[in-house]
């Protein structure tokens, strides 16, 4: 579900910024508000609203949850929001917490403000924290996501990150696949326009979508290997999130020559506010359907479809991200431990043929 399309930022990242270019496009309430009543009808407890940023607009925002919570007092909802918004609207969160917010998504992408400032984002390091600060007093959830691998991201900032999500509380709420994000540089992006990303740029690869890159120091590329094939596993064992996060701290600490005393496991019967298991989907489009029909129909298979353990967000479409426009593109957010194949079952018709579907990490492997 969006209220808006696009983006009024030009993060250097984001494969939003070559398609939109800082324009953002409001749809209108009346348009939205149906769409929430059809899928309260279909038995949607809970709304996903996958703007690339929900408070571009904040009064269209806030107006629309206003209505949906006056209308539907028990359907809880999250969004996603840049860091910089969340300083920016900090007094409006306890009323988005009264009125069934769970959580917010926002990309703290790095706690590094060298690296923060190539990539464009405007915030620093202690723009995050600050943010953490202000959905905790509201009594909301941050679950940050992160570019951790880039091309200027040294040890040291990496367990940064690791730190961050430890003293943070937040070892729930990031999945594990986060931590092995790549920087991606698709062939029309913005960040071919920092001067210091050329010397460690390798190829092109067209039909890979995405320029090579190597780490000036090689142990960082071996860590992000070696970061990714944990996730992976972890993800398709189901194992929990507080081992697995053991995992990469060890591996980062081998990496860094520091010894690591490891934090005491949380009960593994906690409750399961875990963040949800992100995969994209990218779906071969049929021909002569619009991507959108496509994503659409995924969202309401995984809305309305039981299955145990329980899709807990449903796809965002990211139908116009620049990827090619044979494929369809869609971030389906799940709980833990569904698997590829699962998720295959819900996304696609018995007997159809689209069925491309990638692990984010897979998707995001160099
Ligand atoms: C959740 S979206 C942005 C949300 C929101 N608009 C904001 O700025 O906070 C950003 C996330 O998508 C992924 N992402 C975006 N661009 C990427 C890139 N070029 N390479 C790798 N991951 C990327 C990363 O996980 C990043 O943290
Ligand atoms: S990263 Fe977020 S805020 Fe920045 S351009 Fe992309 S969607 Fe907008």
Redesign the pocket.
């Known amino acids: 579900m969006e209220t808006t399309r696009g983006?009024k930022?030009?993060?250097r990242h984001?494969p939003?910024?070559p398609i939109y270019a800082g324009r953002f496009f409001a749809v209108p309430r009346e348009v939205v508000l149906e769409d929430i009543r059809r899928q309260a009808a279909e038995g949607a407890r809970h709304i996903t609203f996958g703007d690339?940023?929900f408070l571009n607009g904040p009064a269209h925002a806030q107006r629309i949850v206003q209505a949906m919570h006056q209308e539907f007092p028990g359907l809880t909802f999250d969004f996603t929001a840049?860091i910089e918004h969340i300083l920016k609207h900090a007094d409006a969160f306890p009323e988005f917490a009264a009125s069934g917010c769970l959580f917010v998504i926002s990309?703290a992408e790095s706690l590094s403000d060298g690296i923060l400032e190539r990539l464009r984002k405007g915030h620093t390091g202690a723009d995050v924290r600050d943010a953490l600060r202000i959905l905790r007093r509201a009594g909301l959830s941050l679950r940050p996501t992160f570019i951790p691998f880039t091309p200027w991201t040294t040890i040291r900032d990496y367990l940064d990150i690791l730190d961050f999500i430890e003293e943070g509380g937040l070892v729930d709420e990031v999945a594990p696949v986060q931590l092995s994000l790549r920087l991606l540089i698709p062939p029309q992006s913005a960040m071919l326009e920092v001067d210091d990303l050329k010397p460690h740029l390798v190829r092109l690869e067209p039909e890979n979508f995405t320029w090579v890159w190597r780490h000036p120091d090689p142990r960082m590329d071996e860590l992000q290997r070696e970061i990714s094939r944990i996730a992976m596993a972890a993800a398709d064992s189901g194992e929990d999130a507080a081992l697995t996060f053991r995992s990469i701290r060890r591996a980062a600490a081998a990496v860094a020559g520091v010894t690591v005393v490891d934090a005491p496991l949380p009960p593994p019967d906690r409750p399961q506010t875990a963040a949800p298991y992100g995969r994209l989907v990218l779906l071969r489009r049929t021909p002569g359907r619009p991507a959108r029909s496509v994503l659409t129909r995924i969202s309401h298979q995984l809305s309305t479809t039981a299955t145990d353990p329980p899709v807990t967000t449903c796809v965002s479409a990211r139908a116009r991200c620049n990827v090619p426009s044979r494929y369809a593109l869609a971030f389906a957010g799940l709980q833990r431990g569904v698997s590829p194949g699962a998720l295959r079952r819900l996304a696609t018709k018995p007997g159809e043929k689209c069925g491309l579907i990638i692990p984010t990490e897979r998707f995001f492997r160099d």
């Open positions: 983006c930022h030009v993060c984001c939003i910024t690339p940023d840049k990309a």
